[in-house]
């Protein structure tokens, strides 16, 4: 079974920046897609950004556009995502998910076969 672990979460201030990381090990069989999700309270999952990992293809919702950046490192199975310009409205839990579909619609979460635990990043005002 495949095992996804994010890192890099935290507490920071509006504006500020902060690096989550998304290692993958145990993996048997081939990944086309990692893609990061947030879930603030009472709300439902939401798409954030996702990379392929031939081509390094990237799709971003449009409230992150322009401020997370998400980036691969095939050696290393790691997937990243880079928050600049942090807001309160950012504040969530942050999951990471792979996906075994090749062309799939990576921006639903039925797109993804495999979830991390999550990590939470909350932005103070």
């Known amino acids: 079974q495949v095992q996804l672990v994010e890192s890099g979460g935290g507490l920071v201030q509006a504006g500020g920046s902060l690096r989550l990381s998304c290692a993958a090990s145990?993996?048997?069989?081939?990944?086309?897609?990692m893609g990061w999700f947030r879930q603030a309270p009472g709300k439902e999952r939401e798409f954030v950004a996702a990379?392929?990992?031939?081509?390094?293809?990237?799709i971003y919702a449009d409230s992150v556009k322009g401020r997370f950046t998400i980036s691969r490192d095939n050696a290393k199975n790691t997937v990243y995502l880079q928050m600049n310009s942090l807001k309160p409205e950012d504040t969530a839990v942050y999951y990471c998910?792979?996906?075994?579909?090749?062309?799939?619609?990576?921006?639903?979460?039925?797109?993804?076969?495999?979830w991390g635990q999550g990590t939470q990043v909350t932005v103070s005002s």
């Open positions: 998910a792979d996906s075994k579909g090749y062309g799939g619609n990576y921006v639903r979460t039925d797109a993804y076969d495999y």
């Open positions: 145990r993996r048997t069989y081939s990944s086309y897609a």
């Open positions: 990379i392929t990992w031939s081509g390094g293809s990237t």
